[in-house]
C-alpha cells in the first residue's frame, strides 16, 4: 500500500532541463543521467513517487545543488520503457507541488528534504470570479492560437477547480522556463492567476502583431511569391530543427512519401496525409504526436494492394496434402475444389470452413498444410477465452494503448491481403460487459460483407474477401447465425488403422528427430505401436500416442546417456518391452462385462473426446410401480428413461410380462460414473432394453453394444457421432453394435475401416432391437 505523501520529507531528486511540470499535467520525459536513473529506478521499486526540479542552466550535465531551483513537483511515474542506448522515455503525472529546504549531493544521487505546499483555500465567490477570468482570456487564445492540441482543451474541461485550470494552461502556454518556475512558485492562487492572465495578454498581443506583419506582406507579394517565400520560411525552419535535433518535420515528410507511394483508396490517402501532416506542428515529445506515429505505422504497415501467387498446380497440392495428413477425405476433395475455383474466376468468395473434431485429430496442423498447399501465407489466431469485442473489431484510437483488432494484426503478419487465417478455438469464445466477439466475427466471416470491413483503430474499409479463413471447433457449441456462415467439415475420430499408419509415417519421425534420435538407433514394432494405441491410450485423435511414443524415445536417450557408449545397432522396442518404458497399462482391451446378465446393457455415447462405452443398469425391486434412475443424469436422459418405461408396458403382453410387475414393484436405472454428468436422447433403446431384461428375467448379450432414440411409438430415430460410437464399441471388446437404420447413410464413409471387426444390426423399431438384444 503506498504511503502517504504527508510522511515523506525526503525523496530523490530528477533534474530536468527546460521543463517545468505543474500538478496535474501528464508529460513524457527522456532520463539519461545515472542519478535520474537511480531515482527512477527506486521510485519504480516503492510507491512511484520522484521529486522533479528544474535546473536553472540546461546545457550543464553534472547538477550540483546550487544549479536547481528551491520548488520542484511530485510526481507519479507512469510508465517507463527502456530505450536500446540504457536511457529510459518516462511517462509522469504531477502530483504536488514541494518546497525544498535542503539538497544532498552524492556520487549516486541528489536527495531533497522537502515540504508539500498546499494552496490556500479562498471563497467561492473568488474563486467562481477567478475562473470565469481566466476562461474568457483563455478562450480568446484558442480562438487566435493555430498551435494548441485538442487533448489540452478536454483536460481543461474536466479541470476540477481554478488552481488545476490555471495550472494547466500555464503548462501548455509557449512561456521561458524561468516565467513558468515563477508560476510554479507562486503558491497563492489570485496572484498566479494574475501572472498567467498577464502572459496571456501578452501572447494574444505577440498574435495580432504577426498578424499584422503577414497581413502586409501579403498584400506586397503575388501567390508565386507566397507560395516561395513559404517553402523557403519552411525549409529554414527544418534545417533550424534538424539542427536542434527535432526529426518531426523530417518524419512528416517520410510518411508523405510513403502514402503516395501505395495505391490507396483516395479517401483512406486524403486522411493519412491529414494525420502526417499534424506531426509538422507537434512536438515529438507530446503524448498525441505517439498516437499518430503509432496509428500511421499501422495503417501503413498492412500489404495495401500485394497477394500471394496461388499455386496453380493442383497435382502438387494434392501431394502436400497427401503427404502431410494420412485420411480425410472430404477435407481434401473440398480445399481441392476451392483452389480449383480460385484459378477460374478472378474474383472469387472464399469458402469461410469450420473443421469440426474431437480433440488431437489435427484439426490445426490441417489448416497449415490447406495453405501450404495453396501457397498462401499461414496465421493462427487462438480465439479460445476470448471475450472482448474489441478483439476482434478493434479498440478506437481515442483510448489509452488503443490497438487494431486480431484481424487486422493477421493480416499485417502474414504480409499478403489473400493469406488463410486460422480461428482456432471458435466454439471457446466467451461474452461479456465488453461485448460479444461472436457477433463481431459475423460481418468477418460473411463472403457478401467483409469485402468492406471496417476496423475501429484504422477507421476505414479494409477488403478481406481475398482471405481464406478456416475455424476449428471440438463441438458445434456456436452462436446460430455464426454456424450459418460456415460450411461445416466434420473430422470424426481416428480408427485403429488409422492410428497405425499415422504413427508410422508421421509420428515416429517427429518423435525420434524432438528427442535427438535416429531411425538407427531406435526402432518401435509395430506390435508394440499396437498394444499403445489399444491399452495405453483412449482417445478419439493421436495426442495422447504422440506422447507415449515420445516418452519411449526420451528413456532410450536416458540409456544411451548412462551407457556412455554409441549402440552399434538399433534397440528395436517390441509389445514384451512396454512394461519397462511405459509401466502397466491403464485400459483393459475388453471393457465388456465378461458374461452376459440381466439387466445390464452396453450402451454408446459421444464426447468431445471421441465415443465412448456407457454401461446401464436396471434392477426390478419390491416397491409401488415407481420409476427411479441415478447416475448424474440430464433432463433429455431422464424423459429418455421415462419414454423407454412406458414402451416397455406398452408390449408387455407380448413378452408374457404380467402386470403387477409395473404396480407392485419399482425399476431403478442406474449409469455408473454417477460424478460425470451424462445427457441425450440416444441411450433410449439401451434403457428400452434393460428395463425389458429385468422384467422378463433375460440376459442381455455382453458383446453387444447399441445406440438410437426411441419414440412412443416404439420407432427408432438416427443418432450423431456414429463414426465415434462404433470405434468405441471396437475398443471395448464388442463383437454386434445395434444402430438406427436411418444412420445407414453414414456408414458408407468408414465400412471399410470396421468389416471383419464388428456386426454392425441395422433397426427401425424396439421389436428389432430385441431380436438381437438378447442371449438365446
Known sequence: MMASLDDVKKRRVVAVREVVIFPGTVIPLYVGRKPSLAAIEEALSDDGIVLCVTQKDPEKEEVSARDLYRYGTLVKVLQAVQMPDGSLKVLVEGVARASITKLEKTKDAVTAHYKEVVAPKVSGSLSETLLRVLQDKFSDYLKTSEHTMMDIVTQMATSAGVSDYADLIAAHLPLKTKIKQNILETVDIEARVKMILVALEQELNWQDKEKEMLEKVRDEINE?????????????????????????ISDAASYDDKIK??????????????????????????????????????????????ASKINSDLDLAAKLLEDNH?????????????????LRVKKVKAPILCLMGPPGVGKTSLGRSIAEAMGRPFVRVALGGVRDESEIRG???????????????????????????????????????RGDPASALLEVLDPEQNDKFVDHYVES???LSGVLFITTANTMDVPPALLDRMEMIELSGYTEDEKMHIAKEHLMSKCLKENGLTKKELSVGQDAIQEIIQSYTREAGVRELDRHISKV??????????????????KVIQKKDLQKYLESAPYELLDVAKESRVGIVNGLAWTPSGGELLNIEALLIPGKGELVYTGSLGEVMQESIRAAHTVVRSVASRHKIKDDVFTDKDFHIHVPEGATPKDGPSAGIGMATAILSVATRRKVKN??????????????????????????????????????????????????DIEGKIQVHLVATVTDVFKHAFVE
Open 703 to 752: 458383446k453387444l453394444a447399441m445406440t438410437g432414440e426411441l419414440t412412443l411409438r416404439g420407432d427408432v430415430l438416427p443418432i450423431g457421432g456414429l463414426k465415434e460410437k462404433i470405434l468405441a464399441a471396437i475398443r471395448s471388446g464388442a463383437d454386434e453394435v445395434v444402430i438406427p437404420k436411418g444412420n445407414k447413410k453414414d456408414l458408407k464413409d468408414f465400412q471399410k
Open 553 to 570: 524415445c526420451r528413456k532410450v536417450v536416458k540409456e544411451i546417456h548412462v551407457a556412455k557408449r554409441k549402440p552399434t545397432k538399433a
Open 461 to 463: 474499409e479494409v477488403d
Open 326 to 342: 494420412y485420411g480425410l477425405k472430404k477435407v481434401k476433395e473440398r480445399i481441392l475444389e476451392a483452389l480449383a475455383v480460385s
Open 395 to 433: 479498440h478506437r484510437r481515442t483510448y489509452v494503448g488503443a490497438m487494431p483488432g486480431q484481424i487486422i494484426r493477421a493480416l499485417t503478419r502474414s504480409k499478403s491481403m489473400n493469406p488463410l487465417i486460422m480461428l482456432d478455438e471458435v466454439d471457446k469464445m466467451g461474452m461479456d460487459f
Open 261 to 306: 507511394k501505395l495505391k490507396l483508396p483516395k479517401e483512406l490517402e486524403q486522411k493519412l496525409l491529414h494525420e502526417s501532416g499534424k506531426l509538422k506542428f507537434m512536438p515529438d515529445m507530446s503524448a498525441e504526436s505517439t498516437v499518430v506515429r503509432n496509428y500511421l505505422d499501422t495503417v501503413l504497415g498492412l500489404p495495401w494492394g500485394k
Open 224 to 248: 508565386d511569391q507566397q507560395s516561395y517565400f513559404i517553402r523557403k520560411k519552411m525549409k529554414v525552419y527544418e534545417e533550424e530543427l534538424k539542427k536542434m535535433g527535432d526529426d518531426s
